[in-house]
């Protein structure tokens, strides 16, 4: 596979996601000596940065009509920060 | 643009898929965002018990059905562009890798239930686990449903037909595959990580 193709292919993207999962898993699996609040908001976040990537690239919404987009990005802000108040209180 | 003269929808700026499978994706997101907001304030509500019971979870297992998801995601990326590349044999062998990968999260998920209940823990021992059985075990299902459609996209692969029905017949079910991911994304942050 060139540098090309592999830029191409969704490789690319899932190498970010497991990246991001592996902080996610470490930041969640070490909280003693950090403020909980503020892990468990990363973890939180961490987990709603993967989601907005499986739906820009692996769904394609990136180039999808902008209703679409809206739609999803509303979906996701809306819940982040639903749950983000819902964590916190 | 595809050798093969087949193009993604998206890529016009029209939608991946049929409007009925974002209908239904859309429908689901929103229950299952019901489901993650609800289980947040049972778990602000009772913090002690959901953490005591959230250590019983073995995280390793969460992980490695979170990889396995992941690259099950890939591989159907990977074979909807080789469909549209006008290569159906590895758009085909992109979807047994899938496929074996959500055989896989099952495995993993069944090996994780026996634990569960041979330490005599079940949907009615607390609130957590109540949520995590249900939760778990309805995503279950759609893994289950979603590898029935992975099912018939090989059918679709192996058959060599690469007209635009059959394409966007591809993007719907892929659609519904990332979907079943990305719910597992939030379920193994609220279930498994959550401090």
Redesign the interface.
């Given at each position: 596979m060139t540098y090309r193709e592999f830029h191409?292919?969704?490789?690319l993207?899932?190498l970010l996601?497991?990246a991001v999962?592996g902080l996610?898993?470490l930041?969640?699996?070490f909280?003693g000596t950090v403020d909980?609040r503020l892990?468990?908001l990363c973890?939180?976040w961490?987990?709603?940065l993967?989601?907005l990537c499986?739906?820009s690239?692996?769904?394609?919404?990136r180039?999808?009509?902008?209703w679409?987009r809206r739609?999803g990005v509303a979906?996701l802000g809306?819940?982040g920060a639903?749950?983000s108040v819902?964590?916190l209180? | 643009m595809a050798r093969n003269g087949v193009e993604a929808a998206s890529s016009e700026g029209g939608i991946p898929g049929e409007l009925g499978i974002w209908v239904v994706v859309f429908g689901d997101l929103m229950v299952f965002s019901c489901f993650f907001l609800v289980f947040l304030d049972y778990r602000s509500d009772d913090l002690a018990t959901f953490r005591a019971s959230q250590g019983l979870l073995q995280q390793p297992h969460g992980l490695l059905n979170t990889l396995l998801m992941l690259a099950s995601s890939a591989f159907v990326a990977q074979a909807l562009r080789a469909l549209r590349d006008g290569a159906g044999s590895a758009a085909l062998r992109s979807l047994q890798l899938a496929f074996a990968c959500g055989l896989g999260f099952g495995l993993v998920k069944v090996v994780e239930y026996a634990a569960k209940f041979a330490l005599g823990v079940n949907a009615y021992s607390n609130d957590f686990f109540m949520f995590y059985f249900i939760f778990t075990g309805i995503h279950m299902c759609h893994v289950l449903v979603a590898m029935g459609v992975l099912w018939y996209l090989m059918r679709l692969a192996r058959s060599g037909r690469q007209d635009s029905v059959t394409l966007r017949n591809f993007e719907s079910g892929a659609v519904f595959w990332h979907v079943v991911d990305l719910l597992w994304i939030v379920l193994f942050a609220l279930l498994y990580l959550l401090p």
């Open positions: 191409r292919s969704p490789w993207i899932w996601l497991v999962t996610s898993y930041v969640g699996h909280t909980t892990t468990g973890v939180l961490f987990a709603l993967k989601v499986v739906m690239e692996f769904m394609e919404m180039g999808a009509a902008p679409l739609l979906w809306g819940l639903l749950m819902s964590y209180t | -």
